[in-house]
């Protein structure tokens, strides 16, 4: 349960994101495999795909990917601990990566695109993990869309590769039952290809040259261990402290709720990944500081994060209609469920995102929502995916 994982290995890398031999940590991993799929000379003329979601969009009138993504609630897309994620980087951003002729070469190819030039260096990106071993400028285009939506537009796809979402589902089940912790999971990949070819060579003469070697194996394996253990290294000098460990000191009080009611004045709170690990009086919390990121609270009152026990969150986008503000109930609904109406899943994702901000902002840390409207094909989940998004329960 207190253990540190890191899945590395080598990967294509998008040549719009990155450079052969460059290593990425991820924030996002994000599913390949699971999808529907109609043959992409068969789909609707308003579709960029034939790779689309289990639990999205199938009307044909529009682009399936165009709407809010569902919940990933099937191994779809996991987010990644951010903080552990950036600790690793500015640990190793700095490293200067091995660079080779074969790879340096490789890139002078690639002329249309700056960040392939680069030289090999440690990054941020996100990972797309398939069976399948896709290649191409058309299918690449569709990785970016596909970790956009799965991210809601938070992550960038950098490489291509296989395994990372089945390990994380495994990881996830073992956090389930107290023998992992999810939240302590890293993914490292480095491009040992791209994943198109470059101008004027056409994508099946390019990955049959693939297939025969690629040509930054050798730098990528090299650049996996040489930032790899930088990271192991910090874990083993008990560096993991530095990035997870935040020390909240000098609230004026810490009201704890609990049955005996329980207030610290000058109160401090430490947390390791998010999770509350130590209350106390700010004194007695010294010792958390060290490495650690501390926050003043001095004017402060913490509680514990309010809940909202009933709430319309679709309603949040009509608050101010003229004409609403000083009728009865019966007249602000008459005025209102013609708009509703007109809702689609993206004002229903809009309108939940708004008000579960608003209430963000005011303490509340979980909110349920009756939400009985759903219009022209909005779902729960448009309203769920507007919670993950938020980071609110």
């Known amino acids: 349960r207190h253990a540190y994982w890191l899945i590395a290995g080598i990967a294509g890398i998008d040549p719009a994101a990155g450079s052969a031999g460059s290593a990425a940590w991820a924030r996002y991993l994000v599913d390949g495999d699971m999808a529907h799929e109609i043959d992409a000379r068969e789909i609707p003329a308003s579709w ?55 790879i340096a070469a490789q ?14 260096r440690v990054m941020m990106g996100d990972q797309l993990a398939a069976m399948t071993y896709w290649h191409g400028e058309k299918l690449t285009q569709w990785g970016r869309d596909w970790v956009k939506y799965w991210t809601h537009g938070k992550g960038t796809f950098v490489t291509s ?13 073992l956090t389930k039952v107290g023998r992992a912790d999810r939240n302590r999971v890293m993914v ?15 994508p099946a003469e390019s990955i049959a040259r693939e297939n025969g070697g690629y040509s ?16 192991v290294g910090g ?22 709720m609990d049955d005996g009611e329980t207030e610290i004045a000058d109160g401090a709170i430490a947390f390791e990944h998010g999770v509350i690990t130590a209350i106390g009086p700010t004194a007695a919390m010294e010792p958390w500081g060290e490495g650690a990121q501390v926050i003043d609270a001095r004017g402060c009152v913490i509680t514990p994060g309010l809940v909202n026990t009933h709430h319309h969150l679709y309603q949040s986008l009509t608050r101010a209609v003229p004409g609403c ?66 980071g609110i329960r």
């Open 235 to 256: 874990w083993a000098q008990g560096g993991q402290g530095a990035m997870s460990r935040t020390l909240i000191v000098h609230a004026d009080v810490i009201a704890c």
């Open 48 to 102: 960029k795909y034939g790779y689309f979601p289990i639990h999205g969009s199938t009307k044909v009138e529009g682009d399936p990917l165009a709407g809010p993504a569902p919940v990933a609630a099937n191994g779809e897309m996991f987010a990644l601990n951010a903080g552990l994620a950036q600790w690793a980087y500015g640990l190793t951003k700095d490293i200067k990566l091995p660079d080779d002729a074969s």
């Open 188 to 202: 490292l990949r480095a491009g040992s290809n791209f994943t198109m070819p470059p101008k004027g060579i056409a």
């Open 107 to 120: 890139r002078e190819l690639y002329r249309d695109f700056p960040e392939a030039q680069k030289p090999p």
């Open 325 to 390: 503000a000083s009728t009865s109930l019966f007249g602000w609904l008459k005025t209102l469920y013609p708009i509703w109406a007109r809702y689609n899943p993206r004002d229903i994702f809009n309108a939940t995102r708004l008000g579960l901000a608003e209430l963000a902002l005011s303490g509340c840390t979980m909110s349920s929502d009756h939400l009985y409207l759903f219009p022209n094909g909005s779902r729960l989940d448009d309203s769920i995916a507007a919670a993950c998004d938020i």
């Open 216 to 231: 930054g194996l050798t730098a990528a394996l090299e650049a996996l261990y040489v930032a790899g253990s930088k990271v």
């Open 161 to 173: 590769a296989m395994e990372e979402t089945g390990m994380m589902q495994s990881l996830e089940y």
